[in-house]
Structure formats: C-alpha cells, structure tokens
C-alpha cells in the first residue's frame, strides 16, 4: 500500500524525534539517570529505554521478520503498565535498577534505531503500520515532557539545588489586569477534527450545550497565588474539597512545589537553579485540590473541558498544563482498541482530572487545543496552572 508520508520524510521524522530524546539527557551525569525519588518520577534511564521498547515491541517485533531481540530480559524491565505484554518491574522499583547500565541503554536504543531505519525504507513498512508508528513517535514525545519533569524533580530535591541547564534564559514576566472573555449560552462542539494524529480519547467529535460562562484571558500568576497564601488559604478548611482538606493536613502544604522560604523571601527552584520568586509568572505545579481551593478564594471556579475548549482559539494557552474541573470520561462513542494499544488511555478513565493545554515542557509540535491530558488531583510534580472561570 502506498504511504501518506514520504519514506525520507518518515526516517526524518523518527531520527529527530528520537534525538531530542537524547538531547533532553544531555546535560545530566550519569548518577542522574538513575535516582526514582518518588513512585511518579521515573528514571531519566527508563525513559529512554521504555520507548525505545515501544518501538521493538509493537513495530519491529511483530512486522520485521528476522529481527533479533537485543535483550529478551528488556521486556521484563520497560513493561510499563501493558498487562497483554506481560510481566514487568513494578513502578516503585525502577529506581533500584543499577542494571541494565545507562551505557548498555543508549546500546538499546542504538540498535533499535537502526532496524527502524532499515525497517521504515524496507517494503514491510507498510500504510498499515503508519498509525502505530505515529502512535509510537507521540509516545516519545510524552515521555519527553516527562523527562523533563522527572528530571527537574530530581534535581529540585537534591539539597544542592543544581540547575538543569545554566545557560536557559529565564524570561521575565510584566503585570497586565486579567480580563474575563464572555462566551453565550448555546450549543458548541468538541473533539479533534480534521487531519493529522490525535490520541483516541480526543475522538468522537460531539455537541456539548454550555451556559452563560466567563473565562480568564490569562493564567494566574504566583503574585495572585502569594496573596491566597498569605490570606491563610492553606489553613482555611472553607475553600477545600474535603479530600483536599485531608491532603493538606497531611502533606503540611503550604506552597506550590519548588517554593521555599528562605532568609525572608519566596524562593522557586527552576531548570536555571534556585531563584526568587517571580511575581508575574504563572503559578506551576499547583495539583488540582490546590487550583480548586484557590479558585473558591477568589469566589469562582475552574473552567470545564468544553468550556476550556471552547474558548481557547481568543486566548493564549500553552505555558502550563491548565487544571479543569472536569472528570476523565471517554466522549460518546468511545471504544477501546484490540490488545495492548487499547490499554493507552481507556484503562485510565477513573479517578483523575482533565487538564488542557500544554506546557513549556511539552515539545514542539505536540500540543492541540483538543488534547486531554489527565492526573490525579494529588499530583503537583508536572508543568501545571490555574485558569478562573465563573
């Protein structure tokens, strides 16, 4: 069958994908790869390996004949939660793995690459395979904001505060008022459309009927969320969820993730080291009981999906992960697929929170104002912000 891409195009796009991965690691020592703080952060090591399993597992094992497994004790340890591949490493010990070396990883991926290529330019590439092989080159795109927000965890805990990368130029924000757009009662649609890739739990383009609503033309910033602190929003059990409230008690929160007051100021720990608070910025790593209890101080809400949805094409979005207040639950129409790649996202459509958007960790070329991401509403650890509605 002929392919939609070119077979140069494709190589292209796999070999640079794939590098970027590598470049994200780059600036790490080698003790870096391998630290697992907490159940969430994943090794930058595993990173690398995992998708570079994703390739050999569900591409280049079942499609190329003649392949040769490079170690058939990989599958055991980059499993990550696929129960149809079989067994794995279970989460919370992927930090105990001195073995496989990051050596023999980068080996991995060399030899992966190097069959894919060969692979991609042979006539078994087929238009067949070209949904699994997009499929698995957004993979490594997930996995490379991921890397870049387990890496920031493991470097903003270690005492020293190191920096990820000195020389990132950390832009300084200026204050404008915060306006809110205004969007008519009536009948809107959602979902991705059109051409080009999109993860199926954004299929299924329906008709959602929506209120009156207004929305915030703009993040908020930490300024606004220093002021919540400051009011005693962390020790005001009115403005939380009950569950939030249990968190907070038991956490001792006080603070976004990285703040730490020090000498009399509010400092952040960013890819750059340790800075003092900027005031203008958008407040990051906020979890979702967090941006609830911030948004009943300020006597509004969190936007839905489709309110966030519909509205994203008159304001500016991708700088953080945005918190909504709706659940993840498949749209109409939803169905899993066959065997392992069903197991992406419908398994995980329990107990979690949209967020829409992006992130400046998120890729070029890997966000859409469709995209559903999804966490638990503990989690603080990813790029993520808040933006009111009412």
């Not at 069958?1 to 470049?23: C, F, G, P, Q």
């Not at 003649?66 to 992927?94: L, M, P």
Request: glycine residues 6%; hydrophobic residues 35%.
């Amino acid at each position: 069958m002929t392919l939609n891409i070119a077979t140069t195009d494709l190589v292209k796009k796999y070999t640079d994908i794939r590098k970027h991965s590598e470049e994200i690691c780059a600036p790490l020592e080698i003790e870096d790869y391998v630290v697992q703080p907490i159940i969430d952060v994943s090794p930058p090591k595993w990173h690398l390996g995992h998708t570079t399993w994703f390739f050999e597992t569900f591409i280049l094992i079942p499609n190329f004949p003649d392949y040769k497994v490079f170690d058939t004790q990989y599958n055991f340890v980059f499993n990550s939660y696929y129960e149809t591949i079989g067994a794995r490493v279970i989460r919370t010990d992927r930090g105990n793995l001195s073995r496989p070396s990051v050596s023999d990883i980068y080996k991995y991926r060399q030899y992966v690459d190097e069959h894919m290529k060969i692979f991609l330019q042979s006539r078994f590439m087929t238009e067949t395979v070209e949904p699994l092989l997009e499929l698995g080159l957004n993979h490594e795109q997930q996995h490379q904001e991921l890397l870049i927000t387990d890496i920031k965890y493991i470097l903003g805990h270690n005492p020293l505060f190191p920096a990820y990368r000195k020389e990132l130029i950390s832009k300084k924000e200026s204050y404008r008022p915060t306006e809110m757009l205004k969007f008519s009662e009536g009948i809107y649609e959602i979902g991705f459309k059109g051409e080009g890739f999109c993860f199926d739990n954004e299929l299924g383009r329906h008709k959602v009927y929506l209120n009156d609503f207004e929305i915030a033309d703009q993040l908020v910033t930490n300024g606004e969320y220093l002021q919540f602190m400051e009011a005693g929003g962390y020790t005001d059990f009115r403005h939380w969820h009950a569950e939030g409230w249990d968190w907070v008690k038991q956490s001792n929160a006080e603070s976004p993730l990285y703040w730490h007051f020090i000498d009399g100021k509010w400092m952040n720990y960013t890819l750059n080291g340790l800075q003092e608070v900027d005031l203008n910025e958008a407040v990051c790593h906020i979890n979702f009981y967090e941006a609830s209890a911030f948004a009943s101080w300020k006597e509004m809400r969190l936007p839905t999906e489709a309110e966030w949805e519909a509205a994203s094409g008159n304001f500016n979005w991708g700088n953080r992960w945005e918190w909504t207040n709706s659940a993840y639950l498949p749209y109409p129409g939803f169905k899993k697929e066959a065997g392992a790649v069903g197991e992406y996202n419908g398994k995980f459509m329990v107990n979690q929170m949209v967020l829409r958007g992006a992130s400046e960790a998120t890729p070029a070329g890997h966000s859409r104002n469709t995209y559903r991401n999804f966490f638990q509403t503990n989690l603080k650890w990813q790029f993520t912000g808040i933006r009111l509605a009412q």
